[in-house]
């Protein structure tokens, strides 16, 4: 068996997933995890689908000629795992404007702390006017990450991108 990573994008429209979903089972594959969404009138996500190694061309060629869906495919990687690393979800808050996420995905690698997840959106502010950007960060922290120093970057930050930063405690 082999573990595929397909990536997908479509105009979004209703029997997408279904389609998919038709082809992997259809070739004998186990559909395992994903993340999809429609932004912007387009539907697109990850897929990691686990299939015999002989089926595997067939269900590609079956997935890329699926109708208003573009699919590309990866082998999957050996999964890195680090045991001694921690998680962390950081959340964001504050009026949108261009860099928020180069200024702050920037803080967490010159850390050495891995993005995992990372779902970001706009949305109207209430009474001021203009769009609050929103983001939700879950991060991997190595064991030897100095998390005084990354909380303490991230305020600082926070404090010149005038946004809110919530950061819950390593689990």
């Known amino acids: 068996m082999q573990h595929l990573v397909l ?3 479509g105009d979004d429209r209703p029997g997408l997933v279904s389609s998919l979903a038709d082809v992997v ?3 004998g ?12 009138g387009k539907f697109a996500g ?3 689908v686990e299939v015999a190694k002989d089926h595997a061309d067939g269900l590609l060629a079956a997935a890329r000629a699926l109708q208003d869906l573009d699919v590309s ?3 999957a990687g050996a999964a890195a795992s ?4 921690t ?13 928020i996420v180069r200024e702050l ?3 967490l690698g010159s850390h050495g702390l891995n993005i995992e997840s990372i779902t970001t959106d706009t949305r109207e502010a209430p009474m001021a006017g203009g769009l609050l950007f929103e983001a939700d960060f879950d991060v991997t922290v190595p064991a030897d990450a100095d998390l005084v120093a990354v909380r303490a970057e991230l305020e600082r930050l926070a404090a010149e991108l005038l946004v809110d930063i919530g950061i819950d405690s390593p689990t």
Request: charged residues 20%.
């Open 87 to 99: 998680r962390l979800t950081i959340g964001v808050l504050g009026n949108d404007r261009p860099g």
């Open 105 to 107: 995905s920037s803080v």
């Open 73 to 75: 495919a990866h082998s």
């Open 29 to 40: 594959g186990n559909w395992e995890r994903s993340q999809l969404a429609r932004l912007e």
């Open 46 to 48: 990850i897929v990691v």
């Open 7 to 9: 990536t997908v994008i």
């Open 25 to 27: 089972a259809t070739h």
């Open 82 to 85: 680090d045991d001694s690393a």
